[in-house]
């Protein structure tokens, strides 16, 4: 990728990085998230510990906790936000082709990385390598409930969020599928959660980043109250309507496709590269190797599995469909929101 389409950045960590006061920073977190409530994880060597409605992994928080004080968000900056297992990769790889489409795509960095490599997350830098936020491409990602967002993008008049989610049934297999896969590849002496326990956790709300729902309604909130900021839209509709959308994100992205790009096919393109028979067919997204070295067990090939809408039928019984649907119409009730399966 050529690095001289995107204006060169200021440094996105506060003058704060590194010094001792943030360095107390950091212990005084530590300390805190001590304290707060835990819970069995679904994550085998992690832990999973509830801060402010939310559970979240300790390590993950901490790292959330230093961004939201330190980092600061630039004026052109776009977050991909989401729940984990709600189409993020997919998302991710159709808005980077977007961005980076002035160069040729047999040389996108898509061929040979994920998603994941080409774009920082917020809640993982300062786990591994903070400085990867300073990234010249201006997409960052996150996992983090909207409340939980660095303060900077919050209080942004400029930047943007793109959100996407899921229908809570599919979301939840998908979720369920990807923790077994990610124990049975780590150990056999990691006991594998039923799918009945899974299911009561992610009802309570007891999944990575969850309640599932909350995470939704924050970004739905702030997509109703700031459309021109936050672009919230649904895995199904992506799948429906995929050129659509794509050219939807090249607007909201300020990069809409010239007449002439329409004209080359340039959106049919992208779409076409990143669907998922194409996309999951390469090398490196078959490939065991670990996304994130503190991350044991994530490897490329299983954030995809099947794609697919209604999966959920193949696991979950009727009365298990009814009690997730009821929850969605409960929460969801008064704030305009639906899923089509949960619309009675
Ligand atoms: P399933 O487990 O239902 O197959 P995330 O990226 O947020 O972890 O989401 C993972 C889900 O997105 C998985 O769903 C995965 O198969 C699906 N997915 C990954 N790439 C996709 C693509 N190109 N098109 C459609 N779905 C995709």
Same mark, same amino acid.
């Given at each position: 990728?050529?690095?001289?389409?995107?204006?060169?950045?200021?440094?996105?960590?506060?003058?704060?990085?590194?010094?001792?006061?943030?360095?107390?920073?950091?212990?005084?977190?530590?300390?805190?998230?001590?304290?707060?409530?835990?819970?069995?994880?679904?994550?085998?060597?992690?832990?999973?510990?509830?801060?402010?409605?939310?559970?979240?992994?300790?390590?993950?928080?901490?790292?959330?906790?230093?961004?939201?004080?330190?980092?600061?968000?630039?004026?052109?900056? /776009?977050?991909? *936000?989401?729940? #984990? $297992?709600?189409?993020?990769?997919?998302?991710?790889?159709? @808005?980077?082709? =977007?961005?980076?489409?002035?160069?040729?795509?047999?040389?996108?960095?898509?061929?040979?990385?994920?998603?994941?490599?080409?774009?920082?997350?917020?809640?993982?830098?300062?786990?591994?390598?903070?400085?990867?936020?300073?990234?010249?491409?201006?997409?960052?990602?996150?996992?983090?409930?909207?409340?939980?967002?660095?303060?900077?993008?919050?209080?942004?008049?400029?930047?943007?969020? /793109?959100?996407? *989610?899921?229908? #809570? $049934?599919?979301?939840?297999?998908?979720?369920?599928?990807? @923790?077994?896969? =990610?124990?049975?590849?780590?150990?056999?002496?990691?006991?594998?959660?039923?799918?009945?326990?899974?299911?009561?956790?992610?009802?309570?709300?007891?999944?990575?980043?969850?309640?599932?729902?909350?995470?939704?309604?924050?970004?739905?909130?702030?997509?109703?109250?700031?459309?021109?900021?936050?672009?919230?839209?649904?895995?199904?509709?992506?799948?429906?309507?995929?050129?659509?959308?794509?050219?939807?994100?090249?607007?909201?992205?300020?990069?809409?496709?010239?007449?002439?790009?329409?004209?080359?096919?340039?959106?049919?393109?992208?779409?076409?590269?990143?669907?998922?028979?194409?996309?999951?067919?390469?090398?490196?997204?078959?490939?065991?190797?670990?996304?994130?070295?503190?991350?044991?067990?994530?490897?490329?090939?299983?954030?995809?599995?099947?794609?697919?809408?209604?999966?959920?039928?193949?696991?979950?019984?009727?009365?298990?469909?009814?009690?997730?649907?009821?929850?969605?119409?409960?929460?969801?009730?008064?704030?305009?929101?639906?899923?089509?399966?949960?619309?009675?």
């Amino acid at each position: 990728m050529s690095s001289s389409n995107f204006p060169s950045k200021t440094s996105r960590l506060s003058e704060n990085y590194g010094l001792e006061t943030f360095k107390e920073m950091r212990k005084q977190y530590k300390e805190m998230i001590s304290t707060l409530p835990k819970r069995e994880s679904e994550y085998p060597f992690f832990d999973s510990c509830q801060y402010e409605g939310f559970w979240y992994n300790s390590s993950f928080l901490e790292s959330a906790l230093c961004m939201q004080q330190n980092f600061k968000a630039q004026p052109s900056d /776009i977050f991909l *936000c989401s729940a #984990p $297992k709600t189409g993020t990769t997919w998302r991710n790889a159709l @808005t980077f082709s =977007i961005m980076t489409r002035h160069d040729d795509f047999t040389n996108s960095p898509l061929l040979n990385k994920l998603p994941h490599e080409c774009i920082p997350c917020l809640e993982l830098a300062f786990l591994s390598n903070p400085k990867f936020v300073d990234a010249e491409l201006p997409l960052l990602s996150t996992h983090l409930p909207y409340t939980l967002l660095p303060k900077s993008i919050l209080e942004s008049d400029n930047c943007k969020i /793109i959100y996407i *989610c899921r229908e #809570p $049934k599919d979301t939840f297999v998908s979720w369920w599928h990807f @923790t077994q896969k =990610i124990k049975a590849k780590l150990s056999s002496k990691v006991s594998l959660v039923t799918l009945d326990q899974a299911f009561k956790w992610f009802c309570q709300g007891k999944s990575g980043y969850g309640p599932y729902w909350d995470h939704i309604l924050g970004y739905w909130k702030a997509s109703v109250e700031r459309p021109e900021r936050v672009f919230f839209f649904k895995y199904e509709d992506l799948k429906e309507d995929t050129l659509g959308y794509v050219k939807k994100l090249a607007d909201f992205m300020d990069k809409p496709f010239s007449k002439e790009e329409q004209e080359r096919g340039v959106p049919q393109e992208i779409v076409s590269r990143c669907n998922f028979e194409n996309w999951s067919n390469l090398e490196v997204n078959k490939s065991e190797k670990y996304i994130y070295e503190n991350l044991p067990g994530v490897s490329n090939s299983l954030l995809f599995r099947k794609g697919d809408i209604g999966d959920w039928k193949n696991y979950l019984t009727k009365d298990m469909a009814k009690f997730i649907d009821d929850i969605t119409l409960e929460k969801f009730k008064s704030s305009g929101l639906t899923f089509a399966s949960s619309v009675k």
